[in-house]
């Protein structure tokens, strides 16, 4: 008898057969970041489509159509009329809100006088908002005979029709339209110069003048009135408020002297001149100084100008 179990076993062991494992294409890593990135591609597709129906919809929809002038809102304005605002913005009537050039718009605005900035907004569905922000006026100027007001940058300005603020100013003198604006802000500097001056020590000497003359930077001149008359005040270039107190401080003795006063030269430290502008002073001038110890310096100064020695008095 044979046995088979003996049979079947064998001194060499055989290898057992292998299993093939079947691996990607890719390695996991690498597979992760690839499903990412599609990951990211779709959402930034599906966002750009989003975009551009959003987009085809807001600037093709009558819903964003600026129908009429009733749509845009203006605010901060006093003395700039809504249909200075709205003759800049004719053009967007019946247009997409989203095609109102903002910009160009801005610098329309900033074009009116009266404009020293502007900003736009758009109010959906189909509003705008226009914000002004007007000038400051600081005096009255006299351009070709007519009286306007000017700010402190030189910019001048129509007084308004429908004047709701009443403005209190002197009125500059020997000012053009022709000038260039860079002339008128040199003068203007002279003038926020001049009243500051006069009301820092808080007497506001500025409300006593009539007119000024700013035409010449070394001879600020200025028309002061009181209820006896009107005085042309020769300032010069500084000192404006010593200068105008010797003026407060001796003008009604200077009328008493003098049988019509019509101007007083405060150009020259511790030197009056009484009437220099008048005709009847230009063979003679009068020579007026404001302190004793300054008597022996009523000699003309030395500005080039020759001047007829006068008789000098002395003020105590």
Known sequence: ????????????????KRVPVRRGALPRRTASRVKLALQLIAVVTVGALVWTALEHYATQSWRFRLDSSDNVTIAGTNNVSRSQVLDVMASDIDRNIFFVPLEQRKRQ???????????????????LKVVIAERTPVAFVEINSRIQLIDANGVIMEIPTNQSTRYSFPVIVGMSDSEPLSTRVARMRIYSQLVKELDSSGAHYSADLSDLDLSDPDDVKATVTDPHGAVL??????????HFKVYVAHVQEWRA???????????????VIVNPDSAAAEATQTAVNTKPSAAVEAAAPSTGQKQTPGKTKKHK
């Open 1 to 16: 008898m044979l046995d088979l179990d003996d049979e079947a076993e064998s001194p060499f062991l055989r290898g057992q």
């Open 109 to 127: 605005l900033e074009q009116i006088p009266w404009v020293q900035s502007a900003s736009l907004m758009r109010l959906l569905p189909n509003r």
């Open 233 to 242: 005040v020769h300032l010069g270039s500084s000192n404006f408020l010593e």
């Open 257 to 271: 002297q003098f049988h019509h006063l019509e101007s007083v030269n405060l150009r020259y430290d511790h030197q």
